[in-house]
């Protein structure tokens, strides 16, 4: 973990024989940085949405009718 947090390594984790990678112990400012990308990329989808809604090209469709359709 030191590595990770001082060093900037990224130290995989494997299983099996053939040492498939399993998980990762990465610097937590990589995640950080990752998470706030993945904020950014769901904010940039709702705001197509929302004005594929305002423009009439989508339709929203209730929550209770998804959940009927799917069968939940």
Do not use: C, N, S
């Not at 990589?30 to 990308?37: D, F, H, I, T, W």
């Not at 709702?46 to 009927?68: F, Q, S, T």
């Amino acid at each position: 973990m030191t590595r990770a947090a001082f060093g900037g390594e990224i130290t995989y984790v494997t299983r099996g024989r053939g040492q498939q990678r399993a998980a990762a112990i990465v610097p937590a400012e990589l995640v950080e940085r990752y998470k706030a990308m993945i904020d950014q990329e769901d904010g940039r989808i709702a705001r197509k949405r929302l004005a594929d809604l305002d423009a009439g090209r989508a339709v929203a469709v209730p929550a209770d009718e998804v959940a009927r359709v799917l069968g939940v």
